[in-house]
Nanobody, 128 residues
Framework: VQLVESGGGLVQAGGSLRLSCAAS????????IGWFRQAPGKEREGVSC????????YYADSVKGRFTISRDNAKNTVYLQMNTLIPEDTAVYYC??????????????????????WGQGTQVTVSS
């Protein structure tokens, strides 16, 4: 089971990035997938999650309306489209996966500690 994030980088405020989370060793559409982020000196926080069964999506209030999570089953990849980025979005972004459907209901309100599989993270830096 492996998750690999990509797509991070340096962008000016107001810009966009699309993060990818590619899975190998398991089928992503059978898992809850969450995007989490951790800024320096801060606790990891949930950003967005997508359910395994019906692709319902959930967002933290801080990103609602700006970020979109989606799943491409053919590519076994989940994406996080991030628009209108602000400096406060600067963090290392991680994707995580877990087969338990119930985790999706509170993952954006938690640190993701219950998720079983994690990627290595990708840095997103938003300059003002």
């Amino acid at each position: 089971v492996q998750l690999v994030e990509s797509g991070g980088g340096l962008v000016q405020a107001g810009g966009s990035l699309r993060l990818s989370c590619a899975a190998s060793g398991f089928t992503l559409d059978r898992y809850v997938i969450g995007w989490f982020r951790q800024a320096p000196g801060k606790e990891r926080e949930g950003v967005s999650c997508i359910s395994s069964s019906d692709d319902n999506t959930y967002y933290a209030d801080s990103v609602k309306g700006r970020f979109t999570i989606s799943r491409d089953n053919a590519k076994n990849t989940v994406y996080l489209q991030m628009n209108t980025l602000i400096p406060e979005d600067t963090a290392v972004y991680y994707c995580a996966a877990d087969p338990r459907p119930s985790l999706v209901y509170f993952c954006v309100h938690a640190t993701g500690v219950l998720f079983g599989s994690w990627g290595q993270g990708t840095q997103v830096t938003v300059s003002s």
